[in-house]
């Protein structure tokens, strides 16, 4: 009787530990496949980002803009009509007294 429950107490333990490792193992396989996923995704991101900034510089080049602010009627300014700004350490214009907090 000691011995059928002993044989049964070993065979549960061996049955235990098999069902941990396969849960384990399948657990690596998916994490596994989960990172794969994601790196794929942040290549995709960083190849959308690249084209993002690209497309950018194209927009702000002053080779695009200087044509449309001349259809606008802007004109780029003469030094003499161009009013300099000096900010405070805070942000404020230099003569202009900081908000109190």
Known sequence: MRAA???LLVASAMIWIAVKEITARNLAIRLGFEISRLESVHREL???HQKRLIIREALISPSRITPIAAEAGLRTPSPDAVEV??????GAPADVPAAPR
Do not use: N, R
């Open 46 to 48: 960083l190849d959308e």
């Open 85 to 90: 700004i000096h900010l405070s350490p805070e």
């Open 5 to 7: 429950l002993l044989t």
